[in-house]
């Protein structure tokens, strides 16, 4: 698989539970980030974790990072309908340009 | 958080018609990145610009791809002569650094 694959692809849960999401990367980073996109629109920023982080919350949010399985997760809790969107997860290896390598993200529907 | 605005939000060109879109970030950054997403696959990275000159470029930007930041506030990536793969969301980015990337809300472009 490429760099920052999720699963899963696709993901229906009812309003109120929770979503979890989980990335997975194959070279060294500097950061992994979380990005949230609706249908047809811009990306929009969720939280970043650094490398020598494990944990880390935002809101209804949390993300883990597990670097020796180069993993991630993204956990919503108490899910809304206003959740249901792409979540993509990106990585930065710290290079000199910073650029972020996206996956293919999950696909979330919430059903009120 | 500053604002990436991405003008114009979409634009339908013919094949082999030249054409320039636009990112104007609110903020004064030094990253300036351009990122495309074809419909239904992953964000993939196209250049990025720091000092006022390329830093890093993928195997997607080649000699039709360019980008500018002729006034020191617009960035522009100008494709020359545009093919029916060409059709994309362009996103345009800066680097916040600490925070992560702050996107555009994109242009969509359609080659007819």
């Known amino acids: 698989s490429q760099q920052g694959e999720e699963d899963p692809q696709a993901l229906s849960i009812q309003e109120g539970e929770n979503a979890t999401m989980n990335c997975s990367y194959k070279?060294?980073?500097?950061?992994l980030q979380w990005y949230r996109q609706n249908s047809g629109r811009g990306l929009v920023h969720l939280i970043l974790?650094?490398?020598?982080?494990r944990e880390k919350h935002s809101g209804r949010l949390r993300v883990t990072l597990d670097t020796s399985k180069k993993s991630s997760s993204l956990l919503i809790t108490a899910s809304r309908a206003a959740d249901t969107a792409s979540y993509f997860c990106?990585?930065?290896?710290?290079?000199?340009?910073?650029?972020?390598?996206f996956g293919s993200g999950t696909r979330l529907l919430v059903r009120p | 958080e500053p604002e990436v605005t991405q003008t114009p939000s979409h634009q339908v060109t013919q094949m082999g018609q030249e054409v320039i879109l636009r990112c104007v970030p609110i903020?004064?950054?030094?990253?300036f990145y351009w990122y495309r997403q074809i419909l239904g696959q992953k964000v993939e990275f196209l250049v990025s610009?720091?000092?006022?000159?390329?830093?890093?470029k993928s195997e997607i930007f080649d000699d039709q791809f360019s980008v500018e930041r002729p006034d020191g506030s617009n960035f522009t990536l100008k494709i020359r002569s545009t093919k029916l793969e060409d059709s994309a969301m362009y996103f345009c980015?800066?680097?916040?650094?600490?925070?992560?990337?702050?996107f555009g809300s994109g242009t969509r472009l359609t080659v007819v």
């Open positions: 980015a800066i680097s916040t650094g600490y925070y992560g990337y702050t």
């Open positions: 070279t060294s980073i500097n950061n």
């Open positions: 974790i650094r490398s020598n982080e």
């Open positions: 990106a990585t930065d290896k710290g290079d000199s340009s910073y650029k972020l390598i």
């Open positions: 903020s004064n950054h030094l990253y």
């Open positions: 610009f720091y000092n006022n000159e390329i830093s890093e």
